[in-house]
Nanobody
C-alpha cells in the first residue's frame, strides 16, 4: 500500500504562484509514475501533469497548464512537486496526487493505483 499526502494548497491571486508537495509513504514510489490531477466543482477529475519513474523523469502536461506548471520528483525522499506559476481563476480546483505502478506517465483516472486526499487551490481574480 502507498499513502500519498498533499500539501501546499491555498488562496492566491491571479498571476501568483503556489508549490504543491506530495509525500509518499508505505512503500517507495521511486519506480512509480507520479502525477497530479485536479477536480473543479461540478466537473470530472482531469489530468494536469505527470512524470515517469525513469531517472530522466520524462514529463507530460495538459495543454491548459503547459508553460506555467512544472512537475518534479525527489526519489530519495519519495516526494513529488508541482510548481504552479501564472495561476488563473480557472485553475481553481482540488488537486490530487496520483501514483501508478508503471513506467510511463498515466493521464487517465481509471489507471491510477493510489490517490492522495487532495489539497484545495483557489485563485481569485
Amino acid at each position: 500500500q502507498v499513502q500519498l499526502v498533499e500539501s501546499g494548497g491555498g488562496l492566491v491571486q491571479a498571476g501568483g504562484s503556489l508549490r504543491l508537495s506530495c509525500a509518499a509513504s508505505g512503500r517507495t514510489v521511486s519506480s512509480y509514475a507520479m502525477g497530479w490531477f485536479r477536480q473543479a466543482p461540478g466537473k470530472a477529475r482531469e489530468f494536469v501533469a505527470g512524470i515517469s519513474w525513469r531517472r530522466s523523469g520524462s514529463t507530460y502536461y495538459a495543454d491548459s497548464v503547459k508553460g506555467r506548471f512544472a512537475i518534479s520528483r525527489d526519489n530519495a525522499n519519495d516526494t513529488v512537486y508541482l510548481q504552479m506559476n501564472s495561476l488563473k481563476p480557472e485553475d481553481t480546483a482540488v488537486y490530487y496526487c496520483a501514483a501508478t505502478n508503471t513506467i510511463m506517465v498515466v493521464t487517465t483516472t481509471a489507471r491510477v493505483d493510489y490517490w492522495g486526499q487532495g489539497t484545495r487551490v483557489t485563485v481569485s481574480s
